[in-house]
Nanobody, 115 residues
Framework: QVQLVESGGGLVQPGGSLKLSCAASGSIFSIYAMSWYRQAPGKQRELVAAITSGGRVIYGDSVKGRFTISRDNAKNTVYLQLNSLKPEDTAVYYC?????????WGQGTQVTVSS
């Protein structure tokens, strides 16, 4: 079993920044890809960014150049740095990790961008 604990969400003004963290714990032998998704009200969940165990990254088109994903393998933690935030970035952000047990999801953390 894998447990994920997310933190770092909150209310921020347009143009501001936040840093999200997601720490994995449990019977983990290997973590493969780690990623962040988001879901805004009335919309489908979408991929924000993903990073492989080798450090390869991909980003959703709407966040390229503004968000940065990173991971600390020693801590089984993935981060998402959110810069130049826009109101349309408002959503619940979820982390997902792929391990030997399959996909595991975090509980979500709310990011609200508003003046």
């Amino acid at each position: 079993q894998v447990q994920l604990v997310e933190s770092g969400g909150g209310l921020v003004q347009p143009g501001g920044s936040l840093k999200l963290s997601c720490a994995a714990s449990g019977s983990i032998f290997s973590i493969y890809a780690m990623s962040w998704y988001r879901q805004a009200p009335g919309k489908q969940r979408e991929l924000v960014a993903a990073i492989t165990s080798g450090g390869r990254v991909i980003y959703g088109d709407s966040v390229k150049g503004r968000f940065t994903i990173s991971r600390d393998n020693a801590k089984n933690t993935v981060y998402l740095q959110l810069n130049s935030l826009k109101p349309e970035d408002t959503a619940v952000y979820y982390c997902k990790v792929v391990t030997d047990y399959g996909d595991s999801w975090g509980q979500g953390t709310q990011v609200t961008v508003s003046s």
